[in-house]
């Protein structure tokens, strides 16, 4: 069946409501459903209701709530991505891609390197996109909770929060470390960050930042990859190495 997010409130059982905007365009326009027909909706707090659609108007559809239950939990480690910002097409690429890996939430990062030089209101215009791309993703891969997607942050300021022991620090430049040993040391961890350099990676001056935080450099293997691909392949590894891919 095909999933649509609503708010809590409207997730009660045998209530009739109504489904518009965004979400209606989605059932009308692309998924092409039709008077009779269920759906699956998500409230993004962990529940799930099936419904049954009653009517589909110009701007609306009515609907009725059949059943609702809720999910179990996502398994652990969440992932949570902190991004410095690449050029736009491929940041669209980098949240479409870990909303379909299961990532918990995902922060778009202003570093030296990155496309956008500051936490600026052109970078804050394209967050109402990258919420659409992100909640779209996570419907068409069939994940019952969203992809938190939050508010853009300095490099600065990332490095201050994250706890180096259990942040992911992919760097090509002078990393000893394979991934998978740095993830060996990481025991029954409820959460692990990523943090993943834009193109160009990040300046030396960065990497002392870190460094000298505690930050461990680590490899992905002897080959450079975009910045896209060292965010799939890392979300894949970590959640094998944990059997999250069971």
Not at 146 to 166: A, G, H, K, V, Y
């Amino acid at each position: 069946m095909r999933r649509f997010f609503v708010d809590p409130d409207m997730l009660i059982d045998g209530q009739e409501i109504h489904l518009e905007g965004d979400e209606f365009q989605h059932l009308r326009v692309v998924s092409r459903l039709d008077v009779g027909e269920r759906v699956e909706l998500l409230d993004g707090a962990g529940h799930l209701g099936v419904a049954r659609i009653l009517e589909i108007g110009k701007k609306s559809a009515r609907l009725k709530i059949e059943s609702k239950s809720t999910l179990s939990p996502q398994a652990e480690p969440h992932l949570h991505y902190f991004v410095c910002v690449p050029k736009f097409q491929t940041m669209d690429l980098i949240l479409q891609k870990c909303a379909e890996l299961g990532v918990q939430s995902l922060t778009p990062v202003v570093s030296e390197r990155s496309f956008m030089k500051s936490v600026s209101g052109d970078l804050k215009k394209k967050m109402p996109r990258w919420q659409k791309i992100s909640k779209e993703s996570c419907k068409q891969s069939g994940r019952g909770y969203p992809m938190e997607l939050n508010d853009p942050i300095t490099l600065s300021r990332t490095l201050e929060q994250l706890n180096p022991e259990s942040t992911v620090f992919p760097y090509e430049g002078e990393a000893v470390v394979p991934i998978s040993n740095f993830l060996a040391q990481v025991k029954s961890p409820k959460s692990i960050q990523v943090l993943i350099g834009a193109e160009g990676g990040f300046s030396p001056t960065e990497v002392q930042v870190a460094k000298a935080r505690g930050f461990v450099a680590v490899s992905l293997g002897p080959l450079v990859l975009r910045v896209e691909t060292a965010c799939i392949a890392t979300a894949a590894v970590i959640q094998y190495h944990f059997g999250l891919m069971r």
